[in-house]
């Protein structure tokens, strides 16, 4: 690793950014999932609301709020991805998102078009909903034509035994 900075800094007009990295040696207590019974991961969706519709709101400047069906993780899931399609996002806004008692929204409702399945922010670090743990996300309607259904669904990494 010395030898490459080395390199890098005597070919002149080069400029390194940041401290330089140094290797460090591996972590003496890992994180370990409840003595290692699960072996295996993999990437799943988990759909919230389904066919779920929200009213329309009750005028132009109020909003309907409604709690989406919140599903039991049978086994430890962490998100990674939050869609709401992009035909219905516009109209929607996220008020709350928790996985058991941590709440994933802080202050106003945020608008649900970041989550939509072309966007570029729809990456979330969420904690891992551990098995019996609900996900609960409540979405507003701001359209007040017409009821929305938000046809949620999670993305992420599912452990299992």
Known sequence: MADMFNRLT???SVQVLGDAAIPVADAPNPVKYQNQVY???EEVNLGLGGRFPIPAAPS???????ALPAPNTSLPFMTQRVTIPSSV??????RTAKIAAID?????PICAD??????LNNGVRWPTAQTGQQVQIAIDNTDDTAAHE????????RLRP
């Open 114 to 119: 970041i989550f939509s399945e072309v966007s």
């Open 10 to 12: 005597g070919a002149g």
């Open 150 to 157: 938000p046809r949620v669904s999670l993305t992420g990494v």
């Open 39 to 41: 072996k295996t991961a």
């Open 104 to 108: 994933l929204i802080d202050g106003e």
């Open 89 to 94: 996002a516009l109209y929607l806004m996220v």
């Open 60 to 66: 132009p400047v109020a909003s309907t709020t409604a």
